[in-house]
């Protein structure tokens, strides 16, 4: 089956860095979604990506569909200690109502303040 | 603000035991899911169920059932658990739009077996 990998698979930084991570597959995808899971919690929806090219920011984040929609990455900017938690991608594959949606295996983003 | 509950937050079984996890939504969402997340993996899909009344295996659906007993609640049931079914367990829902499927996530229910 359609496969994401997700790089990097972990990331330490210092408080006010900006961190990029993306998400790549050999398939296309027709709708990309970010997602952060903390400690002990479900993964919360940060930014969901529809076309090809978009480019979506919420607050410091920004996210961009890839062109070849095979693609798609994450932008934290200047990032502070509550930014630490995985970070998930997930891509819908065409033609499965959007129901069978495949994760990545997450970037864990440490920041030092 | 409740969105995706899902109960018992943690079990623990013996190997054989069965047990139902429990899901309800409150945001009027058509579709609902089950997916299970190991260390080290994304989320992985057991069944969902794309509006009430239907219900389809996804990617790891061996050893589960799954009952959409209305459009609010979709529970997940071990008959016999096995370790290989340590896990942490996501319930979820979405309303689908034009563009796809925004999905929400519960809080996880922690699920040992010895």
């Known amino acids: 089956g359609q496969q994401l990998n997700q790089s990097p698979q972990s990331m330490f930084i210092q408080e006010g860095e900006d961190v990029s991570m993306n998400c790549t597959s050999s398939?296309?995808?027709?709708?990309w979604l970010w997602y952060k899971q903390d400690p002990g919690e479900g993964p919360v929806l940060l930014i969901a990506l529809y076309k090809a090219g978009e480019l979506t920011s919420n607050g410091r984040l920004t996210a961009q569909f890839g062109i070849t929609r095979k693609d798609s990455f994450l932008n934290i900017s200047a990032s502070i200690p509550s930014d630490v938690g995985i970070y998930f991608c997930?891509?819908?594959?065409?033609?499965?109502?959007?129901?069978?949606?495949?994760f990545g295996a997450g970037t864990r983003l440490f920041v030092k303040a | 603000n409740a969105g995706v509950t899902q109960t018992p937050k943690f079990q623990v079984l013996k190997t054989g035991q069965s047990m139902t996890l429990q899901c309800a939504q409150d945001m009027n969402h058509n579709s609902m899911y089950w997916y299970r997340q190991d260390p080290g993996m994304g989320l992985r899909l057991i069944y969902y169920?794309?509006?009430?009344?239907?219900?389809d295996k996804g990617e790891v659906p061996n050893g589960y059932n799954v009952s959409r007993l209305n459009k609010r609640e979709f529970s997940l049931r071990l008959e016999s658990a096995a370790p290989s079914q340590t896990s942490v367990y996501f319930c979820a829902s979405s309303a689908s739009n034009r563009a796809g499927n925004t999905i929400y996530f519960g809080e996880g229910s922690w699920l040992t077996v010895v």
């Open positions: 997930a891509g819908q594959p065409p033609n499965t109502g959007g129901f069978k949606t495949i």
């Open positions: 169920s794309a509006s009430e009344g239907t219900t």
């Open positions: 398939s296309i995808f027709n709708t």
